[in-house]
């Protein structure tokens, strides 16, 4: 779930902000379980056949965002879609996979077109269908808040699309 909040910049930047330094800025608020072993996002992934809700673990030390190959079947895409060969370094060895473009990637209340996505598979037995990213993390400022079980995330203004 996602709420939108706006902050100015008295609320950002202390009360000696003048009111013509505030900067208004959209504030998305993600909500997770703060009780579950992972922090699990909802994220939408548009296709060839549609549109559909996955999970995603949120990962700052994955270095691509990764779907499994399974869900973007469901959506029309494949293999043939990839544009580059890939494999990964896990605990169990080196895992195939590729790098693709997807037609539109939402996570954290923003949108995205065109946005690269690494597909190789995960373990079934994580509950969840990829991993989001710094590959669309590194667009936003956010911040966790684990014991509400909420990240606020705010577009950064250089790297807006």
Known sequence: MVDALQLDGTLLYGSR???DDATALSVKVTRFDPDDTLIVVTARIWGPRGDKQLSLAFDTAATQTHVVPEFLDLIGYGPQHGD?????????GDEPGYMMPVTRFAALGFTLTNFR???HDLPDTLGIQGLLGPSFLRQFDY????????ILATRIASRAI
């Open 143 to 150: 911040e966790i808040r684990s014991g509400e079980g909420r």
């Open 84 to 92: 580059r060969i890939t494999s990964i370094t896990s605990a169990v």
């Open 17 to 19: 902000a003048r009111a």
């Open 117 to 119: 996505i690494h597909v």
